[in-house]
């Protein structure tokens, strides 16, 4: 029981910044506004720091 909640935790971690694109990415549809790469640049500057 406690390896399925350590691996729910780290999903949820691990996939926030992707969400997080996700919704900006929505915001910037609503807008008009198309950005393909919202997801990459995201975790790319997350890998850089």
Not at 46 to 49: N, P
């Given at each position: 029981m406690n390896e399925v909640a350590l691996l729910l935790a780290a999903t949820i971690a691990s996939g926030t910044p992707v969400a997080l694109a996700g919704l900006g990415l929505l915001l910037n549809e609503k807008a008009g506004v198309l950005n393909l790469g919202a997801e990459g640049m995201m975790l790319i500057a997350?890998?850089?720091?």
């Open positions: 997350a890998v850089t720091g």
